[in-house]
C-alpha cells in the first residue's frame, strides 16, 4: 500500500503544482519541457531500460511519435483545464479516461461486453457530463465556455495515450524503454516547438519542471511497483489509485484551494467513483 499510496500522492501534487503555476500566470509549457529530461533520468536510473532494443522497436515507432506528441499536449491542456474548473473535476475526468480503453477494446479488440461494463459506461458518461455542468447565468465568459472542451481534452487525451501505451506492451516492446523514448522525444518535439514559436524563457518556470519530472515520474514507478507488488491484487491497485485520486483532490482542491462544487458537481464526483468500481470488476 505504501507504493500505491506515493502513486496517487505524486498524482495529485502534478494537479497541485499546475494550478499553482497557472496562478501564477507561468508559461506551463517550459515547466512541461524542463520536466523531460528529469523524467528520462529518473526513468533511466529507476527502470533501467535496455537501450540495445532500440533496433527492434520497429512498427512500435509509430505508436511512440504518438506518445511523443500527446504527452506533452495532454499536459498543457490539463493545466488549462485546472485554470478553467479546478481540479476536482479535472482529476476525475483524467481518471475517467478509463472508458476509452474499455470502449475500445470492445470495438476494435473484439472483447465481449457485459452488462455491468454498460452499467458502469454509462455511469462514466454521466458523471463526465455532472463534473462539467454550470449554472446558466445571463453573462457566460468565454473561459467558462471553454471549460467542457478542456475537459473533455483530459479525458480524450489520456484515454488515448492508456491506448497507446497498450498497443506498444502487445507488441512486446519493454515498457521501460518505450516511457524512455517517449520522454525523451516529447521533450524533444516540445523544445523544438518553443523554439520555432521564439519563447520567452522564465526561469521560475524552467526550475518547476524539475519538480514537475520528479512528480511525474514518481507517480508511474510508483504504480508500476504497486502492480509488481500486489500482482495477487490487480483490482485493488487500479480501483485504489483512481478513487484515491479522486477522493485526495477533491479534499485539497475544496479545503486548500476553496474550490466551488454544485451539487450537481459533488453527484458527477459520486458516479465517477461508481463508474470505476464497476469497470473494473465487471
Not at 524512455?180 to 526550475?207: D, E, H, K, M, P
Request: glycine share 10%.
Amino acid at each position: 500500500m505504501v507504493y500505491l499510496t506515493i502513486a496517487v500522492l505524486c498524482s495529485v501534487a502534478v494537479s497541485v503544482l499546475l494550478k499553482i503555476l497557472r496562478q501564477k500566470n507561468i508559461d506551463i509549457r517550459q515547466t512541461i519541457v524542463a520536466g523531460y529530461p528529469v523524467a528520462c533520468l529518473l526513468t533511466w536510473l529507476l527502470l533501467k531500460p535496455d537501450i540495445s532494443g532500440m533496433s527492434a522497436l520497429g512498427s512500435a515507432w509509430g505508436v511512440i511519435v504518438a506518445l511523443g506528441v500527446m504527452l506533452p499536449a495532454v499536459f498543457i491542456i490539463l493545466g488549462r483545464a485546472i485554470e478553467s474548473v479546478g481540479m476536482v473535476a479535472t482529476d476525475a475526468a483524467q481518471r475517467l479516461s478509463l472508458i476509452i480503453p474499455i470502449v475500445a477494446s470492445f470495438l476494435l479488440f473484439g472483447e465481449l461486453i457485459t452488462g455491468t461494463h454498460i452499467l458502469g459506461l454509462a455511469l462514466g458518461f454521466l458523471a463526465l457530463a455532472a463534473l462539467v455542468y454550470r449554472p446558466q447565468h445571463a453573462e457566460i465568459s468565454q473561459q467558462a465556455k471553454r471549460t467542457p472542451l478542456w475537459l473533455f481534452g483530459v479525458w480524450a487525451g489520456y484515454g488515448i495515450i492508456d491506448i497507446l501505451f497498450k498497443q506498444v506492451a502487445k507488441q512486446g516492446t519493454a515498457f521501460p524503454l518505450t516511457l524512455f523514448v517517449s520522454f525523451g522525444l516529447a521533450g524533444f518535439l516540445l523544445l523544438i516547438y518553443l523554439l520555432v514559436t521564439r519563447v520567452r524563457w522564465q526561469g521560475n518556470a524552467l526550475a518547476a519542471g524539475l519538480l514537475l519530472g520528479a512528480l511525474n515520474t514518481g507517480n508511474i514507478y510508483a504504480y508500476v511497483r504497486a502492480h509488481q507488488v500486489m500482482h495477487d491484487s490487480p483490482s485493488i491497485v487500479f480501483t485504489g489509485m483512481n478513487v484515491g485520486v479522486i477522493a485526495v483532490a477533491t479534499l485539497i482542491g475544496v479545503g486548500v484551494f476553496k474550490e466551488h462544487l454544485n451539487r450537481i458537481n459533488v453527484l458527477g464526483l459520486s458516479l465517477a467513483i461508481c463508474c470505476v468500481a464497476l469497470l473494473f470488476l465487471a
